[in-house]
């Protein structure tokens, strides 16, 4: 069994989380509850963060806050003193909410609106990632309108293809994200964006894809940015004061997954990227990286009560909890693969084989096939680990099932920091149905 951060088994035999025992909180807080080992996600922060500083580079490390955004989670990332990548006007609201340092704030998306944009501009935001041409027009014509010169970069889309699921591949060339290099429209881009009167372009960005358990496709990813920053230099004199690597470090969901630490995945770039530099007679720029799921995704544990029991004789054993799709889409997504105990009895003897079934009605709704486990009824827990990042994130209400609440847990003490949807808070946008003889009165 496979414990990450500060989860251990107490002296009950339940799993325990930053010294806090997760079925008092089951007890205190209800289930499905996510809960988060605070220690965990400040590591993992640090991890990062130090391994530039001990390089000697300058650099920004921004969280990937589409991998789990929430008020305190943003308070947390600024202790931590990163910063942050939003992709859309709700995750900045959030940040500005959180008091979000603005200056750490980059923004991204490949369809930012012009409300976007104008929330960005308004708030000086520390930079907005452009992805397209229309972006580049209405950017300019937001700042100009309100007199600001706002710090941009160009995504790009080096056209390398990481070593990862097809639905979470966005640096290839065939992609709905940034300007394409080979065709010559990043190029077009960065002579735009220079002319520009009220953008100032500090370089280039890519991100190359998810869930990457080798640095193989960043360096090559780095190698095209800096020959197009050479280009670029040779032809127009531009000269990049920053690159944005994207995120993607893998984590480990289960014994298949072979992350590496923070600090080689970093080392092992850094080393490629001065020598790109070197060789290309460049300056070396600032380095921005946007982690999501390596932040997060391990620090995230969820404590689902069991229910019913379907035993199809020679055939599978289901058992059913009181959450799934609903909580953790990312097995009916991507047939994401975790591993769980039972979070009352976690060292018992895992005598039968069940698979995990959610509660909605879809028969895709299943969380885990074939899991290992002491025989359960419904007095037990189930705790699922690794579902910190695309799970509460990616929550919906499908059958009408209420999202579930967050705790923080550190020390020895949890925190509620997203109380649990209620029936009011699902009607809560709903209006009545007008009858139409009352609306032709
Ligand atoms: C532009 C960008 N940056 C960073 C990330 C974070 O990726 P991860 O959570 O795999 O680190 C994503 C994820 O989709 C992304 O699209």
Same mark, same amino acid.
């Given at each position: 069994m496979y414990f990450h951060g500060t989860s251990k088994v107490n002296t009950k035999g339940h799993l325990e989380i930053g010294g806090v025992d997760t079925i008092e909180l089951a007890n205190d807080y209800g289930t499905p509850l996510y809960v988060y080992d605070v220690a965990l996600i400040r590591q993992r922060a640090r991890d990062f963060q130090t391994t530039f500083k001990n390089l000697g580079v300058k650099a920004q490390v921004a969280y990937?806050?589409?991998?789990f955004s929430s008020v305190a989670m943003f308070q947390l990332i600024k202790e931590e003193g990163l910063s942050l990548d939003v992709v859309s006007g709700g995750e900045l609201y959030t940040a500005l909410v959180a008091d979000f340092?603005?200056?750490r704030i980059h923004f991204h998306g490949n369809n930012k609106s012009v409300e976007e944009l104008e929330m960005a501009v308004e708030k000086q935001i520390g930079c907005v990632v452009v992805d397209n041409f229309l972006e580049l027009t209405l950017l300019q014509d937001i700042c100009e309108k309100h007199g600001y010169t706002m710090p941009i970069l160009l995504r790009v889309t080096p056209g390398i293809n990481a070593h990862t699921h097809d639905y979470i591949l966005?640096?290839?060339?065939?992609?709905?994200?940034?300007?394409?290099l080979q065709s010559g429209q990043a190029h077009e881009a960065m002579k735009i964006a220079s002319n520009a009167t009220h953008l100032d372009l500090l370089g280039i960005h890519c991100h190359i894809g998810?869930?990457?358990? #080798?640095?193989t496709g960043f360096k090559l990813a780095a190698g095209k940015l800096f020959d197009t920053l050479k280009l670029w230099n040779d032809k127009e004199g531009f000269e990049a004061r920053v690159v944005n690597l994207g995120g993607g470090f893998g984590i480990r969901y289960t014994e298949e997954d072979n992350p590496l630490p923070a600090s080689v995945y970093v080392e092992e770039i850094i080393t490629d990227v001065q020598s790109f530099v070197k060789d290309h007679g460049l300056k070396m720029p600032e380095i921005w990286i946007e982690p999501g799921r390596s932040l997060v995704g391990d620090a995230g544990t969820t404590i689902y009560s069991v229910g019913s029991k379907k035993e199809i004789p020679n055939i599978r054993h289901y058992l059913a909890i009181d959450g799934g799709m609903t909580d953790n889409i990312r097995p009916a997504l991507y047939q994401a693969k975790y591993e769980a105990v039972?979070?009352?009895?976690?060292?018992? #003897?895992?005598d039968d084989k069940v698979s995990i079934a959610g509660k909605c009605c879809e028969s895709g709704d299943m969380l885990i096939w074939d899991l290992p486990l002491p025989k359960a009824n419904h007095e037990d827990y189930l705790a699922v680990f690794?579902?910190?990042?695309y799970g509460y994130a990616m929550a919906n209400n499908y059958n009408r099932i209420t999202k579930p609440a967050v705790v923080f847990v550190e020390d020895g003490e949890a925190q509620l920091v997203i109380r649990r949807e209620t029936f009011e808070d699902l009607v809560r946008l709903d209006l009545p149905f007008q009858a139409k003889t009352k609306l032709t009165k």
């Open positions: 990937a806050s589409k991998a340092p603005v200056d966005t640096g290839q060339e065939d992609s709905k994200f940034g300007f394409d998810s869930q990457i358990f #080798e640095t039972l979070a009352n009895r976690v060292e018992d #003897e895992a690794c579902t910190g990042a």
